[in-house]
Each structure stands twice: as C-alpha cells, then as structure tokens.
C-alpha cells in the first residue's frame, strides 16, 4: 500500500501531467490559427496585387480584346507561367483562361463603362473580386492547391559574404 505523500505526489505529477496536455492542445490550436490567419493575410495582399494589376492595366486601354489580353498576360507572367504571350500556356491552361477572361472583361467594364459607339457595356459579371474568389474555389478543387499559392517562390538561403 502506497504511502500518504506517494499519493499525494503521484495526484500531483498525475496534474501535471493533464496540464502539459492541456497547453500543447491549446499550442497546437493558436499555431494552426495563427497559420491560417497568416495565409489569409497572403493570400489577401495576393488577390490585391493581381486584380489592383489587372484593374490598373484594363484603366489603360480602351479596347476591350486588348486590355483583355494584357490583363491576362500581366497575370501569367507574374506568376512566371509565361514570357511573351498567352499562346506560351498549354492547352492544359484553357479552362483558367475560361474562368479569368470574363473577370478581365468585368474589370474593362468597370473602367469604360461606355464602349466607343455609345452603348453600355454589359459585364458578364458584376462583382469581378466575387468571381475571383469563386475561380479561387474551383481551382483548388480542381488542381489540388490554391490558385494563390503558384505565386509563392522558393528562394534559396543566399550566402553572406563580407569583403
């Protein structure tokens, strides 16, 4: 029979124990937080950074097909999937073009709400960061990964050299 303070010490070490359990659940739980409000801070400034580009680019030219096509460029060179022209992406690459070109389209349209001849242009979409968001969830359903993260690049520690 265990003695009074051999008790006492194993409900002690027993609380101690439950304890440190506790705080590694608690850790493990801010830590998967914190990553994920850190990916939604990225991906956030990322989704800036490509439609603010592709709004700034459809500002820039009147012709709707043109600023289209420049917009679309502006976005897969940034991602570095092309140097020159869209003809550089497969065909592998259609159905991105099918769900970006109407996005490129709305952001025209937001720019020059009035083509040349007069008339209204009429978007497909009306919310172009809505429908973003909405080719966001069809890629990473498609391809497995979020369309944000292709612009993630590794870059290798660089040596420091002093002279």
């Not at 002690?12 to 493990?28: F, G, P």
């Not at 592709?54 to 009147?62: G, K, W």
């Not at 978007?123 to 968001?133: H, M, Q, S, Y």
Request: glycine share 4%.
């Amino acid at each position: 029979m265990p003695s009074a303070p051999d008790t006492l010490i194993a409900r002690l070490q027993a609380d101690c124990t439950a304890a440190e359990a506790a705080e590694r659940a608690v850790r493990a739980e801010v830590e998967a937080q914190l990553k994920e409000a850190e990916r939604a801070r990225a991906f956030a400034w990322r989704r800036l950074s490509a439609l603010g580009d592709m709004a700034r680019i459809a500002a820039l030219e009147p012709d709707r097909e043109i600023a289209v096509d420049r917009q679309l460029v502006a976005l897969f060179r940034d991602i570095g999937w092309i140097d020159g022209g869209l003809d550089e992406l497969g065909e592998g690459a259609r159905p991105l073009l099918d769900w970006l070109r109407p996005i490129a389209e709305a952001l025209h349209a937001a720019a020059y709400p009035v083509e040349a001849d007069g008339e209204p242009e009429e978007p497909v979409i009306a919310d172009p960061i809505a429908a973003f968001r909405a080719f966001e969830a069809w890629y990473e359903a498609d391809r497995g990964q979020p369309f944000l993260q292709v612009f993630e690049r590794y870059m290798p520690p660089t040596p420091l050299v002093e002279f």
